[in-house]
């Protein structure tokens, strides 16, 4: 194991796909010559050349559905959103064309590609640039969706999302890109499956269910907890919005019986709305306590920072929530 | 499109039925026809959502060095969607093997093309794509095959898109409710007047290459043909309801 950055693990996982299969290819806005806006496709245009790593214009619905053309005849597209604030230009696309097309041709056409990029909102960048999308992808059958919080599950998925054959979102977080955690070494085969869930930290009084950037505030607000509090908290970590652990949320909730479920999307039909109906529905009778969610607020994105912060969950709202359903 | 691809007319008419024995499986329906073996890529129902499609398929072609054109075909309708606009961008830079193919029939629907479109000529859109414009008389079939082939010639000599308007007429109401109160008796008598198949019978019985029989026959086949479609698609069995899962994900990945 060592340590890199979550920007270097999906560095990683694009250039072993790209090597191993020549199907694979990349396609968005800055991706070749620029580096990426984000720099995650950093040295790729050098290794890969222009035909495999594929600068487009400011098209997206353009070059989204481009990738679904190429996908419809055997290549495997990996089309970059600068942010997935931008998919909505692409939305007809996403929800449209890529997830209906296997059911449309009564199962003569599957759509192996992947969309990535970073999702949720950052710092001060208002309201349009600020949008949390997985609850959207979430409701449309014929998508999967992946939200990885470390390095490691982030290197581990993009593979799997590329290797897989229907369409896969893989919603990066703009705020992780720079964080760092251990990953197997560059030439281990790093896959991790969709659907998964990962215990992040064990704990025994409450479960914390959570994915993507609400994973390092989950586990920052358990450790405020077990020190301040005396409160051991478990932190479970979606890493798939869709398909659903819900083993993974059952087994957890069956031992903690309280659950609080922190979101980086909008309360209402948010990602954390579905996971509380689940598991009210499964196993009514383990829960000690009413299932708290912490959410956005309900407005459209804010720039000033204050009113920003306001907005957004934070392990005080987390601290507080976990208090309510452990009655403390 | 898709008869012409050479699905039959069997799965054709069983799928605007919805049953199993459709090109689609049943499942998608009049909008959606798909026939993989024939290169049938769709049947897309979102005006304009396809050509980009379109375009990636175009793209596959080059990346894998192989000799194939894709033809796109949409209407008069889709000329202003934006996703037209920026799959025939994408094409032109790309220099993608594309036929842009606009089956101009003078409505989208209920709105005509001077209540709808800027442009005198849709073939001018192309102009602004740096992609080369062919207009065609979509109501002789020797003018649709000639100057297509040209463009196909030229496409496989040195591969690039290219745009083509094809002037037609729809002869009906654009769906089953449409009265198609929005057009006068003697625009749809003048164009009926100059009906493709019409006019190359007699262009085929004067040049005497076929006879009226002949074609008479022709037509009585094409009749039978469409009659025993209907009887096969009213026999066929709906899809099996236990089968609504199965094909919103495809099992497994590559490995």
Redesign the interface.
Known sequence: MREITYRQALNEALAEELAR?SNV?LMGEEVAEYNGAYKVSQGLLERFGP?RIID??I?E?????????????????IIEFMTFSFSFVAF??VV??APNM?????????I?ITFRGPNGPAHQLGATHSHATECLYANI??L?ICTPATPRDAKGLLK?AI????PVLVLESELLYSSKGMVEPADFELLIPLGQAELKREGSDVTIICYAQTVPLALAAAETLENDEEISAEVLDLRSIKPLDLEAILKSVSKTHRVVIVEQDRPFCGVGAEVCYRIQKEIFDALDAPIMRVAQEDVPMPYNERLEKAVLPSAEKLIAAVKKVCYA | HALARGTSANACMAELFGKAT???????GSM?F???ERHM????A?VG?????????????K??DEDRITLCFFGDGAINQ??VH??M??AG?HKLPLIFICENNLFAMGTSVERSTSLKELVERAEGYNIPGTVIDGMNFRDVRDKLAEIIDSIRQDPHPAFAEIRTYRYRGHSMSDPASYRTKEQLEKFRGDDPITRLRAQLTREEKLTNEQFDKIDKEAKETALASVKFAEESPEPPLEKLY??????????
């Open positions: 299969d290819f035909k487009t214009p098209s619905n353009g070059f989204a559905g481009m990738g679904v053309g190429a996908a419809m005849v055997g290549l495997r597209p007809d696309q449209n064309n296997l059911t449309m041709s009564g199962g003569q056409f599957n192996p059958p014929g999967k799997t290797r897989d054959n229907n | 459709g090109c689609s499986r049943g499942l998608g959606h798909f026939d993989k890529y769709g049947g897309h979102i959502a396809h050509v980009p499609l379109a375009a990636g398929m175009a793209f596959a072609s990346y894998r934006g996703a920026e799959a961008n994408l830079l199965d094909y919103t994900y495809v099992n497994g990945s590559e490995s």
